[in-house]
C-alpha cells in the first residue's frame, strides 16, 4: 500500500552536488523514520543517513560534514543534499521509510527503487 518514489540521482563531476528526493504515498497513517542507504555494484547496502519524526539526524562518518538529510512531514518528503561528492560515493542510493498504515495500523517497512549517483573523477 505504501509506495516510495526517488529521484534526483545522475552524473556528477568530483567537487559536485546532487539533490535526492523520496516521496511516499499510500494508505499511509504516520510516518516515523526516514532515512538513505546506499549501495555499490558488488557492496553490502550502507546506512547513509537517517532522520526521525523529531528531526534527530544520524549520518555514516563517510559523508558526516558533507551531506544533510531532512524531510517535509506535510509532504511525506525525505531528501538528501549531497555536497562535495567524491567517486567513492558513487552508488545505487535506496530510500527507507519506517511507517504505519491505515489499513489495519500495521506497521511496514518500505524501500525505494533506487537512484543511481555516480561521481567522475
Known amino acids: 500500500q505504501v509506495q516510495l518514489v526517488e529521484s534526483g540521482g545522475g552524473l556528477v563531476q568530483f567537487g559536485g552536488s546532487l539533490r535526492l528526493s523520496c516521496v511516499a504515498s499510500?494508505?499511509?497513517?504516520?510516518?516515523?523514520?526516514m532515512g538513505w542507504y546506499r549501495q555499490a555494484p558488488g557492496k553490502q547496502r550502507e546506512l547513509v543517513a537517517r532522520i526521525n519524526e523529531g528531526g534527530s539526524t544520524n549520518y555514516a562518518d563517510s559523508v558526516k560534514g558533507r551531506f544533510t538529510i531532512s524531510r517535509d512531514n506535510a509532504k511525506n518528503t525525505v531528501y538528501l543534499q549531497m555536497n562535495s561528492l567524491k567517486p567513492e560515493d558513487t552508488a545505487v542510493y535506496y530510500c527507507n521509510v519506517q511507517a504505519s498504515e491505515h489499513a489495519r495500523g500495521a506497521y511496514v517497512v518500505i524501500w525505494g527503487q533506487g537512484t543511481l549517483v555516480t561521481v567522475s573523477s
Open positions: 499510500g494508505s499511509i497513517s504516520s510516518i516515523y523514520g
